[in-house]
């Protein structure tokens, strides 16, 4: 089992720059593949970014890519999503999933691949 939990959302105007995070706890998370997902009120579940356990991959969705970077410090337990340059189409709930990696370099890119997901952190970009 792994708990998730994110923190960093907050309302911020268009441009502007936030830091999410999600601190994990209950299983080795050196050995956990990650990603962030979104979704947007009325709309879908939406992949953001992946990385694999070992932090040497990462997948990055054409929507946000070049825009937003993914890292993970394993000596933290924790993974983070730096996004930049926020758009009002950014607004969303964002999640952080992980599950067991079957090789350090791997990436999941659909959400279910996961089994494990924090509660969302509510990200608003303002016009």
């Known amino acids: 089992q792994v708990q998730l939990v994110e923190s960093g959302g907050r309302l911020v105007q268009a441009g502007g720059s936030l830091r999410l995070s999600c601190a994990a706890s209950g299983r080795t998370f050196s050995d956990t593949a990650m990603a962030w997902f979104r979704q947007a009120p009325g709309k879908e579940r939406e992949f953001v970014v992946a990385v694999s356990s070992d932090g040497s991959n990462t997948y990055y969705a054409a929507s946000t890519k070049g825009r937003v970077t993914i890292s993970r410090d394993n000596a933290k337990n924790t993974m983070y999503l730096q996004m930049n340059s926020l758009k009002p189409e950014d607004t969303a709930v964002y999640s952080c999933?992980?599950?067991?990696?079957?090789?350090?370099?791997?990436?999941?890119?659909?959400?279910?691949?996961?089994?494990?997901w924090g509660q969302g952190t509510q990200v608003t970009v303002s016009s």
């Open positions: 999933a992980g599950r067991h990696a079957q090789y350090g370099h791997s990436t999941y890119l659909t959400a279910d691949e996961y089994d494990y």
